[in-house]
């Protein structure tokens, strides 16, 4: 996210962010440049004549009208996240809540922020300004990508990156060129440790990544084919320098990661199962993971990404969640539903 610098009508800086919160119709605007807000929701308010349906666009043009007339409010300089959220009713609700000292700082420079860049008309090719925005599933994207999304690490051609779809730092520059032998790989992969150089860009926390079995990877076409060919599981690539795909093959990696780690339960389980033994484990049953998540005996689960209101549900008790995507057909973690859990102790989750 970068900060949103505006001049309004009433000559007063202001610096602001636009958010999306959990609904439908809702914006993400972001801006580093001087001009006034009028300007800036003419221009989106003009683009959104592309919507399709009536209602929509008088959705649009509401959150627009409301926007600018927050901006037009704001009294002196402020660093602040503006959200706009549908009320359901044909209209919304714009907030304005106070950035935090960490947030300012990453907005103001701290990481990159990855996307189309938007510039006022009279920008010449010395601006250094420019806003973003995003629209309904969009908005629910960058939010979540900006708030919460676990960051990859990747090696490319310049650097090591942590990076999510949206924001991504570089960490540690490669003055002579990218690693060229698996022997110089390992090096580099033995110390990128949390902090030292790996650095965090969450907008939520101050946690820096460290490497586990699939957050790692090359990325780009300069790794040497013999290099592609002898890396270990621990470390990936993808010939691609994309944001959106190279968090994509990241994304792709951890679900594989923890389908293993999900039928390493289920074949205990199926132990515990021919020695006689109450479930520590189980599988495949909705009903009982419910009963177990609404009793707190949870003490995992790995659910399958369509498992959409259990989902739900297991995020709002904060229950250790872990949730699989893509196709799971064939494999054993589908065979058992596509649900499996531990408990914290063994019972019989029938009597709930």
Same mark, same amino acid.
């Given at each position: 996210?970068?900060?949103?610098?505006?001049?309004?009508?009433?000559?007063? %800086?202001?610096?602001?962010?636009?958010? &999306?919160?959990?609904?439908?119709?809702?914006?993400?605007?972001?801006?580093?440049?001087?001009?006034?807000?009028?300007?800036?929701?003419?221009?989106?308010?003009?683009?959104?004549?592309?919507?399709?349906?009536?209602?929509?666009?008088?959705?649009?043009?509401?959150?627009?009208?409301?926007?600018?007339?927050?901006?037009?409010?704001?009294?002196?300089?402020?660093?602040?996240?503006?959200?706009?959220?549908?009320?359901?009713?044909?209209?919304?609700?714009?907030?304005?809540?106070?950035? %935090?000292?960490?947030?300012?700082?990453?907005?103001?420079?701290?990481?990159?922020?990855?996307?189309?860049?938007?510039? &006022?008309?009279?920008?010449?090719?010395?601006?250094?300004?420019?806003?973003?925005?995003?629209?309904?599933?969009?908005?629910?994207?960058?939010?979540?990508?900006?708030?919460?999304?676990?960051?990859?690490?990747?090696?490319?051609?310049?650097?090591?990156?942590?990076?999510?779809?949206?924001?991504?730092?570089?960490?540690?520059?490669?003055?002579?060129?990218? &690693?060229?032998?698996?022997?110089?790989?390992?090096?580099?992969?033995?110390?990128?440790?949390?902090?030292?150089?790996?650095?965090?860009?969450?907008?939520?926390?101050?946690?820096?990544?460290?490497?586990?079995?699939?957050?790692?990877?090359?990325?780009?076409?300069?790794?040497?084919?013999?290099?592609?060919?002898?890396? &270990?599981?621990?470390?990936?690539?993808?010939?691609?320098?994309?944001?959106?795909?190279?968090?994509?093959?990241?994304?792709?990696?951890?679900?594989?990661?923890?389908?293993?780690?999900?039928?390493?339960?289920?074949?205990?389980?199926?132990?515990?199962?021919?020695?006689?033994?109450?479930?520590?484990?189980?599988?495949?049953?909705?009903?009982?993971?419910?009963?177990?998540?609404?009793?707190?005996?949870?003490?995992?689960?790995?659910?399958?990404?369509?498992?959409?209101?259990?989902?739900?549900?297991?995020?709002?008790?904060?229950?250790?969640?872990?949730?699989?995507?893509?196709?799971?057909?064939?494999?054993?973690?589908?065979?058992?539903?596509?649900?499996?859990?531990?408990?914290?102790?063994?019972?019989?989750?029938?009597?709930?």
């Amino acid at each position: 996210m970068a900060c949103l610098q505006l001049t309004s009508h009433n000559a007063l %800086t202001v610096r602001f962010v636009i958010l &999306p919160i959990a609904s439908v119709y809702i914006f993400y605007l972001s801006l580093t440049f001087k001009f006034s807000c009028e300007m800036v929701v003419k221009g989106l308010k003009a683009d959104s004549r592309k919507v399709s349906s009536h209602k929509r666009r008088e959705l649009y043009w509401d959150a627009y009208g409301k926007m600018s007339s927050k901006c037009a409010a704001i009294d002196g300089a402020a660093h602040v996240l503006m959200t706009y959220k549908a009320d359901g009713e044909g209209g919304g609700i714009v907030e304005i809540v106070d950035l %935090t000292k960490r947030q300012r700082g990453l907005v103001g420079g701290g990481c990159e922020i990855m996307g189309r860049k938007i510039k &006022p008309p009279e920008a010449d090719a010395t601006y250094k300004s420019w806003c973003m925005a995003w629209s309904e599933n969009s908005a629910m994207e960058a939010w979540d990508d900006l708030m919460s999304d676990e960051p990859c690490v990747y090696a490319a051609a310049d650097g090591v990156f942590c990076a999510t779809r949206h924001k991504r730092v570089m960490c540690n520059g490669f003055s002579s060129g990218p &690693p060229k032998t698996m022997k110089d790989i390992e090096a580099l992969v033995a110390d990128l440790k949390p902090d030292n150089p790996l650095r965090s860009i969450s907008f939520a926390g101050n946690n820096a990544p460290s490497l586990n079995p699939y957050n790692f990877f090359l990325a780009g076409s300069w790794v040497p084919a013999a290099v592609v060919a002898a890396l &270990p599981a621990h470390i990936g690539h993808v010939a691609s320098t994309s944001s959106l795909e190279l968090y994509s093959y990241f994304q792709t990696r951890k679900s594989m990661q923890l389908l293993r780690e999900a039928e390493q339960l289920i074949a205990q389980m199926l132990v515990d199962v021919n020695k006689g033994l109450m479930p520590l484990i189980s599988a495949s049953s909705m009903k009982e993971a419910a009963a177990a998540r609404k009793n707190s005996l949870m003490k995992k689960v790995y659910a399958h990404e369509s498992k959409t209101k259990f989902i739900e549900s297991a995020r709002v008790d904060e229950v250790d969640l872990q949730v699989i995507s893509g196709n799971i057909e064939g494999t054993k973690f589908g065979e058992y539903g596509g649900i499996v859990f531990e408990l914290f102790y063994r019972a019989d989750l029938s009597v709930f």
